[in-house]
């Protein structure tokens, strides 16, 4: 059974740092995504990577894969309070789109101004 | 225009009661999916259908039923809801393909409470 584990859980960190949130999973693919959800909302697509090696950037957030490793990052540079919320990634088991989708446990990021 | 709504946004009810959440995406997507969201913000699939057809069922209990009545529409059906059913449960639709990069569009939510 596909297992998709993100650390840390819980993240509390200053307006203007720099952190990296981790997402490991156990076994191969070559599919990776990665959501934002605020309180009490739905989510929200940030990142599709599609192969080992692929970087996405999108303002102050930097998405990263490495198939052989098994681990994608999420980088946060000089964090905004706007961008507290839970951050999920995703794996794809099947490599054919969105069908089997396996979540890993969220990290919660809280910045602080 | 929202492009996955469901209703309602909250449900409220006693244990052994049916409900039905309802879900329609104007994406012009193939794919629709029910999702669980925990207590501890755990998100598992439930159920996913392409063009009105049953593709997966996650272990979910027989009480639970979906139905797609055309591509657009995804509705969830709960018989005899009990304690463990309180959670979010979120629709969502994509397009799907092979060797595609595709998103997830989902739903706003319906947070159910069981009494």
């Known amino acids: 059974e596909l297992k998709v584990e993100q650390n840390p859980l819980f993240l509390s960190m200053q307006e203007g740092k720099n952190y990296t949130i981790y997402c490991n999973y156990s076994t191969t693919s070559d599919r990776l995504y990665w959501y934002r959800q605020d309180p009490g909302k739905s989510l929200e697509s940030l990142f599709v990577l599609l192969s080992n090696g692929a970087v996405k950037q999108e303002g102050r957030l930097m998405a990263s894969l490495d198939t052989k490793a098994r681990l994608s990052t999420l980088h946060i540079t000089a964090a905004v309070h706007d961008l507290s919320a839970t951050y999920f990634c995703a794996v794809d088991r099947t490599n054919f789109g969105n069908e089997k989708l396996t979540f890993g446990t969220g990290t919660r990021l809280t910045i602080i101004p | 225009d929202t492009a996955v709504s469901q209703t309602p946004k909250y449900l409220v009810t006693q244990m052994g009661n049916d409900k039905s959440i309802k879900c329609e995406q104007n994406l012009g997507h193939d794919t629709m999916y029910w999702y669980k969201q925990d207590s501890k913000k755990f998100l598992k699939i439930m159920f996913s259908y392409n063009n009105k057809e049953l593709i997966i069922n996650e272990t979910v209990p027989n009480r639970f039923s979906p139905k797609s009545p055309d591509k657009a529409h995804l509705n969830l059906h709960i018989n005899s809801l009990e304690l463990g059913d309180s959670a979010v449960y979120f629709c969502?639709?994509?397009?799907?393909?092979?060797?595609?990069?595709?998103?997830?569009?989902f739903g706003s939510g319906t947070q159910l409470s069981v009494l």
């Open positions: 969502a639709s994509s397009q799907r393909r092979t060797a595609t990069n595709e998103k997830l569009f």
